[in-house]
């Protein structure tokens, strides 16, 4: 594909006044307020060199080093019981500070705890893999470095997972554009019919909100329906809201008499 070139910023005039506005966080609780987080920190402070770590929502949140993502994993894996990696990702704050910071979400079902390990790292910079040691890391970092261009090393099978493999871009950062690039629109024309069908096929319409009233051949069936890939009728159908012969003591609602309000009362 050909390269996306920036459109003067397109993702933040239509829907963004501010793109890093961050809503306020949940209250923090001191860790020696439970005593099995508390145990737990002390492990980690006594092998590891924590930055921050604190209780939200009823889960242990410690930053750590980026570079020692593989040990403290491990090391919750093996000495501390945190026998389910759920989830990992990404959170895009390149334009803000120039960094992703990285979460990995972490189950103890001996202990019944959660604990989410994060830690901030440079657009370029790469971190280890983890799926070693967890299954469940494989398919997830791979979705961080489809989305996000997290690079990762050591996976045996670093490749694009949802996109494919001659996209340029990662669609979950902020500054991807929401329909994505233009030429995107011909990607799946061009690669399952042929630049020659463009002009009898048409671009892809990425709008997810738009609803084609002719389209008889997709989902988009509506006033009056017609059999599959028929012409649109101009006959419109109106429903009521009851079955037929109302609802006992109930009067009886019509869509013809239905208002919308413009504002709520």
């Given at each position: 594909m050909r390269k996306y070139t920036d459109k003067k910023n397109v993702q933040k005039k239509?829907?963004?006044?501010?793109?890093?506005?961050?809503?306020?966080?949940?209250?923090?609780?001191?860790?020696?307020s439970d005593e099995v987080f508390a145990s737990d920190l002390k492990e980690l402070q006594e092998n590891f060199n924590i930055k921050d770590a604190y209780i939200q929502r009823g889960q242990l949140v410690v930053y750590i080093n980026p570079g020692e993502n593989v040990e403290v994993l491990a090391f919750l894996k093996e000495k501390l019981k945190y026998n389910f990696l759920n989830e990992l990702s990404a959170i895009d704050w390149l334009e803000k500070s120039g960094e992703f910071e990285i979460f990995?979400?972490?189950?103890?079902?001996?202990?019944?705890?959660?604990l989410r390990i994060k830690f901030f790292i440079k657009e370029k910079d790469?971190?280890?893999?983890?799926?070693?040691?967890?299954?469940?890391?494989?398919?997830?970092?791979?979705?961080?470095?489809?989305?996000?261009g997290v690079i990762i090393t050591g996976h045996y099978y670093m490749k694009r997972i949802l996109m494919p493999e001659d996209w340029y871009g990662?669609?979950?950062?902020?500054?991807?554009?929401?329909?994505?690039?233009?030429?995107?629109?011909?990607?799946?024309?061009?690669?399952?019919?042929?630049?020659?069908?463009?002009?009898i096929i048409g671009p892809e319409n990425r709008d997810s909100s738009r609803v084609d009233e002719s389209d008889t051949y997709n989902f988009s069936r509506i006033h009056h329906e017609v059999p599959f890939g028929e012409k649109p009728s101009k006959e419109v159908t109106f429903t009521d809201y009851q079955e037929?012969?109302?609802?006992?003591?109930?009067?009886?609602?019509?869509?013809a008499d239905s208002k919308i309000l413009e504002e709520r009362p």
């Open positions: 239509p829907y963004h006044t501010d793109r890093f506005w961050v809503a306020p966080q949940v209250s923090k609780e001191d860790v020696s990995y979400q972490m189950l103890s079902t001996s202990k019944k705890k959660r790469e971190i280890r893999t983890v799926s070693k040691l967890y299954n469940s890391a494989d398919w997830a970092e791979r979705e961080m470095y489809d989305m996000f990662h669609p979950l950062r902020k500054t991807y554009p929401l329909h994505g690039d233009e030429e995107a629109s011909w990607y799946e024309i061009d690669k399952i019919f042929g630049k020659e069908y463009r002009d037929e012969g109302g609802v006992f003591l109930i009067k009886s609602l019509k869509k």
